[in-house]
């Protein structure tokens, strides 16, 4: 079955990066889309950045110049890199394919604090 499992998260200081992992199985990776979204407390979950098959991208605004996304087709991971970190990026991270068998996985915890 379809399967994403994320990894990668942590407390982190302002200004700081991160790199979030997602390895996928179950599914052909290299022909879908992938995406990362994440969720505050109290917030819905938005909408944070996303990897055409042929790695075009697209970045929220919030996250576009200090977020990028990308992916290793032979290890069926998409990567998240995150630098310049604000305490408003403090969430739980996402991935996401666009496989009509998805489901959310357990996330990865991302805190910037001092």
């Known amino acids: 079955q379809v399967q994403l499992v994320e990894s990668g998260g942590g407390l982190v200081q302002p200004g700081g990066s991160l790199k979030l992992s997602c390895a996928a199985s179950?599914?052909?990776?290299?022909?879908?889309?992938m995406a990362w979204y994440r969720q505050a407390p109290g917030n819905q979950r938005e909408f944070v950045a996303h990897?055409?098959?042929?790695?075009?991208?697209n970045y929220a605004d919030s996250v576009k110049g200090r977020f990028t996304i990308s992916r290793d087709n032979a290890k069926n991971t998409v990567y998240l890199q995150m630098n310049s970190l604000k305490p408003e990026d403090t969430a739980v991270y996402y991935c996401k394919t666009y496989h009509p068998d998805f489901s959310w996985g357990q996330g990865t915890q991302v805190t910037v604090s001092s």
């Open positions: 990897i055409t098959s042929g790695s075009n991208t």
């Open positions: 179950g599914f052909t990776f290299s022909t879908y889309a």
